[in-house]
């Protein structure tokens, strides 16, 4: 019941920056978390970076202090900021998003169609 849509994905030179946008609709009050995944070709989908409802974030270890993760909570959307880009991080980037709805709190999670960062050398 909740519809992700990225954004923000591009062709950038190794050490540029880029900002990944993620508006979510629909039961967006059920959402209890939003994340970052990514996957490379002919590699498993990763998680990058997490943050709950309280503002909460967590990285992966090959990110950290490099893409910071954040949301707005007025305009339903996650951001994934990056910088220092390196080409290893290119891959596909997906929204995810978790939560409980109805009133027996049944979970879902729910993916964005994904949004192509290319990191050049």
């Known amino acids: 019941q909740v519809q992700l849509v990225e954004s923000g994905g591009g062709l950038v030179q190794a050490g540029g920056s880029l900002r990944l946008s993620c508006a979510a609709s629909?039961?967006?009050?059920?959402?209890?978390?939003m994340a970052w995944y990514r996957q490379a070709p002919g590699k498993q989908r990763d998680l990058v970076a997490r943050?709950?409802?309280?503002?909460?974030?967590n990285y992966a270890d090959p990110v950290k202090g490099r893409f910071t993760i954040s949301s707005d909570n007025a305009k339903s959307t996650v951001y994934l900021q990056m910088i220092s880009l390196k080409p290893e991080d290119t891959a596909v980037y997906y929204c995810?998003?978790?939560?409980?709805?109805?009133?027996?709190?049944?979970?879902?999670?729910?993916w964005g169609q994904g949004t192509q960062v290319t990191v050049s050398s």
């Open positions: 943050i709950t409802r309280g503002g909460i974030t």
């Open positions: 995810n998003a978790n939560g409980y709805s109805g009133i027996y709190s049944r979970p879902f999670g729910s």
């Open positions: 629909g039961n967006i009050f059920s959402i209890a978390t």
